[in-house]
């Protein structure tokens, strides 16, 4: 069975001698024969084509309409035009022009715009072969010294395509006011790795950082169940010191703990950010469902405040539903305890903005 096996290897080895000693033009004959009658040769011969023409006319067409995109449109889904071969023959087309732009450039240490626009085309490139290490090279080749952003682009890639353990070596060290963002990708290749202790310090750490309600849900998840009881607590005293008062809220809402939500807002209610729309608006109307009417309140007077003290017309429609909310919570409240009655503060909203008449026009209508 050996020798069959010898002999089958070396008549293939003579064939494809006699194949490579043919003549080019022969060669293409056979090829276009072969494509004729099998439609596997036919496709790859399609797509070879495709890979050839784009090539040629990249610089005559796509240069052109560089300006709309079309070529970053094109290159992005490139995988659907191109087999393997064709991703690499694009890609070795830019890493020429990399090339021809870095010696250009040569020590001068400056942006260059053909530099990034070489990089980013093999950038899509990679991202179409699945290949992180493709972009790595390339970035490297311009910034040896890669700054935090780069870092990070390097360890999203290597993760996204299943090579959590090579994201490791871009993520070590702090990378300053990125850091919340390295974490998080460190966050994401310890769970690809199956790595659950350096998991859950990650996650602990971010809670930490942030406070907010889908951290603590994060560590919370990565513990085991004995240890849960003992996050929570954690998470309900740092609700309560959060420097931010709708961060802090809102994590003891996820906590169950309504009533010192309501409390933390009625004592920092002059701290609320009331332009934070997105975060304000889902807090007060989880706090009216829990009948907690006064945080409720101190939630709708920071947006209305924050409208009018900007004089920002568009959102005018805003604030004067958020007054008419008020006047219907003034109707269920029976004590404002320290809080300033709803007739005192809507006179001092009249006092300080009652020449925007097009927000109490919307009032009266």
Request: proline share 3%.
């Amino acid at each position: 069975m050996a020798k069959k096996k010898d002999s089958a290897a070396t008549t293939l080895d003579e064939r494809l001698e006699a194949l490579r000693r043919q003549p080019k033009e022969e060669l293409v004959a056979l090829l276009a024969e072969l494509a004729a009658t099998n439609s596997e040769a036919e496709a790859r011969l399609a797509r070879h084509a495709l890979a050839e023409a784009f090539l040629r006319t990249d610089e005559r067409f796509f240069e052109q309409a560089d300006e709309y995109g079309a070529r970053e449109a094109l290159l992005e889904h490139a995988d659907l035009l191109f087999d393997e071969a064709g991703l690499r023959a694009l890609a070795s087309r830019f890493e020429a022009d990399l090339t021809q732009a870095l010696h250009a450039r040569g020590a001068a240490e400056r942006h260059d715009h053909a530099v990034y626009k070489a990089a980013a085309a093999i950038g899509f490139i990679a991202d179409a072969a699945r290949d992180p290490d493709l972009s790595t090279r390339t970035t490297l080749r311009y910034s040896p010294n890669p700054n935090p952003l780069q870092k990070e682009h390097f360890a999203e890639r290597y993760i996204r395509y299943g090579r959590p353990g090579e994201a490791l070596a871009w993520l070590d060290g702090e990378w300053g006011f990125r850091e919340e963002g390295r974490e998080r990708l460190l966050a994401e290749a310890f769970a690809a790795l199956g790595d659950t202790a350096r998991l859950r310090a990650v996650r602990q750490a971010l809670f930490e950082r942030t406070g907010s309600v889908t951290d603590f849900e994060a560590w919370r998840a990565s513990l085991p169940p004995a240890d849960r009881a003992d996050a929570t607590e954690v998470a309900r005293q740092r609700g309560k010191m959060h420097d931010d008062p709708i961060t802090g809220a809102r994590l003891l809402l996820a906590l169950g703990d309504d009533a010192v939500a309501e409390v933390l807002l009625l004592a920092r209610h002059a701290t609320l950010q009331g332009g934070d729309y997105d975060r304000l608006v889902p807090l007060a109307q989880a706090l009216e469902k829990k009948g907690r009417l006064l945080g409720t309140i101190v939630c709708y007077r920071a947006l209305l405040a924050a409208i009018l003290t900007r004089a920002y017309a568009r959102a005018y429609g805003h604030a004067a539903e958020y007054l008419r909310t008020l006047r219907r919570l003034d109707a269920r409240v029976d004590d404002y305890g320290s809080l300033t009655p709803h007739q005192a503060f809507e006179s001092s909203i009249r006092s300080m903005h009652g020449r925007k008449v097009s927000f109490w026009n919307r009032i009266r209508a």
